[in-house]
Nanobody, 116 residues
Framework: QVQLVESGGGLVQAGGSLRLSCAAS????????MGWFRQAAPKEREFVAH????????SYADSVKGRFTISRDNAKNTVYLQMNSLKPEDTAVYYC?????????WGKGTLVTVSS
């Protein structure tokens, strides 16, 4: 089993920044990749960013390219999402995921609210 705990969400004004963290524990030592999705009611959950654990290669949704940066700390089994130039449309619950042995595990989410 893998446990994921997100933190760093909150309320920020448009144009501001936040840094999300996601700490993995359990079988996370064999991680293949980690990343973030987000969901703003009533929309479906959408992909935000992804990072391969061994190579560090990254990918982003077009809507966040140039504004968000995903990074990892292998020693801490933690992934980060630095979010800059936030917009009201970035308001959502952000979910961390971890892919281990072909299975995707999810955190419980952290709420990000961007006021205009």
């Amino acid at each position: 089993q893998v446990q994921l705990v997100e933190s760093g969400g909150g309320l920020v004004q448009a144009g501001g920044s936040l840094r999300l963290s996601c700490a993995a524990s359990g079988r996370s030592f064999s991680s293949y990749a980690m990343g973030w999705f987000r969901q703003a009611a009533p929309k479906e959950r959408e992909f935000v960013a992804h990072i391969a654990w061994s190579s560090g290669s990254t990918s982003y949704a077009d809507s966040v390219k140039g504004r968000f940066t995903i990074s990892r700390d292998n020693a801490k089994n933690t992934v980060y999402l630095q979010m800059n130039s936030l917009k009201p449309e970035d308001t959502a619950v952000y979910y961390c995921y971890n892919i281990v042995d072909g299975m995707r595990y999810w955190g419980k989410g952290t709420l990000v609210t961007v006021s205009s």
